[in-house]
């Protein structure tokens, strides 16, 4: 009888041993919210070392939200690990919920019911009904603030009847005889130099801009390539020393965006159209004021 005894209290330690040592359990701070209020849920898992840990990946579960969980804390000793993680959770939906069983490396939680309702309501408050809107009387503006805007008014009309008239505030033109033979003598300069590209048909068009300007009184450095087509249209060069001048032109701002690499023929081609253009204007030019005179 003492060994069937003893067997028995052998088995009965064994199994009680192994409910002790491995288990999961889940507990929450309160069984009873308001909708929205907080809830903080905490799992943790006793498990043998002996048994593939598997946590619980938990994002959400029925008639919850999660609103932040903490990092998985772990302690081992010799035979267990111990898995601990805290979720903060909250329901919108109002009645008797159940937090549901986990299952955790083959061990399962016990379901948590909670009850969530509304903010009770005190009856003995007193009931504050809906106000009617009140109406606040416009604001009645000074009789002096009348008199300002009659001034003002007065004023305006009187600034449109009578303008004022702009003085003539740019001093009359007065033509550089010299820059048509400053002109002449950069453009040789121009050739026997001959520089680079880029800098050889900026020069180039810059003599022609400073002609204009300086004889003709243009202000040519404000003008696109299309505009000096124009004026030269106007200042009697034939149609085909414009359309020449235009393909110069159209050909220098090519070559200042280095979107064509011109030879030596083309350069000087582009030379002499640009003195002929100079030295075309400057007999238009002495022609008209013989013709005043």
């Given amino acids: 009888m003492i060994t069937r005894f003893t067997f028995i209290l052998a088995i009965l330690f064994i199994f009680s041993f192994q409910a002790l040592s491995q288990e999961a359990k889940a507990e929450a701070d309160k069984q ?32 919850f939200e999660i609103l932040s969980k903490s990092k998985i804390d772990t302690i081992q000793d010799v035979t267990h690990v111990i898995f601990r993680q805290t979720f903060t959770i909250t329901s919108w939906d109002s009645g008797s919920r159940v937090i549901p069983s986990f299952r955790i490396s083959g061990f399962r939680t016990t379901p948590i019911p909670v009850e ?22 416009a604001e009645k503006i000074p009789k002096w603030h009348w008199y300002l805007i009659l001034v003002a008014l007065l004023i305006s009309i009187f600034s449109l009847l009578f303008p004022k008239r ?23 300069k121009l050739k026997k130099e001959h520089p680079e590209p880029k800098i050889f048909y900026t020069e180039l068009v810059q003599i022609l801009r400073n002609y204009l300007n300086k004889r003709r009184g243009v202000q040519s450095f404000s003008k696109t390539t299309d505009d000096l087509v124009i004026y030269f249209s106007d200042a009697h060069l034939s149609s085909a020393q414009t359309n020449t001048l ?39 030019t002495k022609q008209a004021a013989v013709g005043v005179a």
């Fill in 246 to 284: 235009l393909q110069t032109l159209r050909l220098s701002d090519l070559v200042k965006y280095a979107k064509f690499h011109p030879d030596k023929g083309d350069d000087d081609l582009a030379l002499e159209t640009i003195r002929e253009a100079i030295m075309s204007l400057e007999k238009n």
């Fill in 166 to 188: 702009k003085k003539k505030m740019e001093a009359e033109f007065v033509p550089d005889t010299s820059v048509y033979k400053q002109s002449l003598k950069q453009l040789e």
């Fill in 32 to 63: 009873k919210i308001v909708i929205g209020e907080q809830i903080e849920l905490r799992l943790q898992a006793l498990i043998p070392k002996t048994i593939s840990p598997e946590w619980i990946e938990l994002d959400s579960f029925p008639h």
């Fill in 116 to 137: 969530v309702g509304f903010s009770p309501f005190d009856p003995s408050q007193p009931y504050h009904d809906v106000k009617d809107i009140i109406e606040v009387p």
